[in-house]
């Protein structure tokens, strides 16, 4: 293990408020747009699955809030951030899986809008999804537990190339479907094009950093600045949901009325 221990003894004081400011914001927008689908959406695989991705995204944020406040108990200050980056790397290796099983099932439903895929099949596949790309990560970072970044970035390269897959396939679809003949076919083009906005997010906000990491072989000197880079993704998908989704859009602005009180 490297003598630093993964601790964020090179964070500055800029990197922890920018991860506590940016992880609240993202603590908003995740508990605002996981109400909404629990009310909402519960029940569909899609709203099922946007719920199980939606949770993955605030754990996310929860870990990027921690992270700065564990300096408050520097005699442990080791340990609990050890402990941290790696619930990270499961989060997001975990979101990842989701993100990718969100979007082969959207590709099939777009190729064969009546071929009907079975909720439990999809959710045991995907639980065994990420039970397996977790355990490969945790016996890679055993095996070669001085660099357990440069491992986290070789398995989570592989969920990368994964999404660019299914998305230009799927979008290879939508370009050759066009608009959409009837109003159906509109809708379920509309919430693909969201399904490939959250796909292209995650490869954007994992490929550079992750490449670059391959290629260096080191791990970065500050675990926080890369929590705040692969974690981006889960402060940028419920924005996508907001903007994308006009009854989440009208319950995000009852929320804010409701916070400002009468006027």
């Known amino acids: 293990m490297k003598s630093d221990c993964l601790s964020s003894t090179h964070d500055t004081d800029e990197i922890r408020y920018t991860l506590l400011c940016i992880g ?5 927008t995740n508990a605002l747009s996981l109400s909404y689908f629990l009310r909402k959406e519960r029940g569909n695989l899609s709203g099922n699955l ?7 995204d605030l754990a996310m944020t929860i870990v990027m809030i921690l992270s700065p406040v564990i300096h408050l108990v520097p005699k442990t200050l080791c340990a609990i951030n050890m402990i941290l980056t790696m619930i990270a790397f499961v989060i997001a290796i975990t979101s990842g899986c989701i993100t990718i099983t969100i979007a082969t099932v959207r590709a099939i439903l777009v190729w064969d809008p009546f071929f009907y895929i079975q909720g439990k099949v999809v959710a045991v596949l995907l639980v065994v999804f990420v039970i397996l790309a977790n355990v490969v990560n945790i016996v890679l970072l055993i095996l070669l537990s001085d660099n357990l970044i440069f491992v986290f970035s070789s398995v989570t390269l592989v969920l990368v190339s994964c999404n660019v897959l299914i ?13 959409g003949v009837d109003e159906a076919a509109a809708t379920r ?8 906005i959250i796909c ?10 992750l490449i670059l990491m391959l290629i260096f072989r080191k791990a970065a000197k500050s675990t926080s600045t890369y929590v705040i880079v692969v974690a981006s993704s889960s402060i940028l ?14 319950h995000t602005i009852h929320f804010f009325r ?6």
């Open 24 to 28: 609240t914001v993202g603590l908003l």
């Open 50 to 56: 946007m719920i199980s991705l939606n949770l993955t």
């Open 167 to 179: 998305a230009m396939v799927t979008m290879c679809k939508l370009v050759k479907s066009g608009a």
């Open 189 to 196: 083009n509309y919430a693909t094009v969201t399904i490939l």
């Open 200 to 209: 292209c997010i995650y490869v954007i906000t994992n490929a550079p950093l």
């Open 237 to 250: 998908n419920p924005l996508v949901y907001i903007l994308r989704k006009p009854g989440l859009r009208a």
């Open 258 to 263: 409701c916070c400002r009180g009468p006027q």
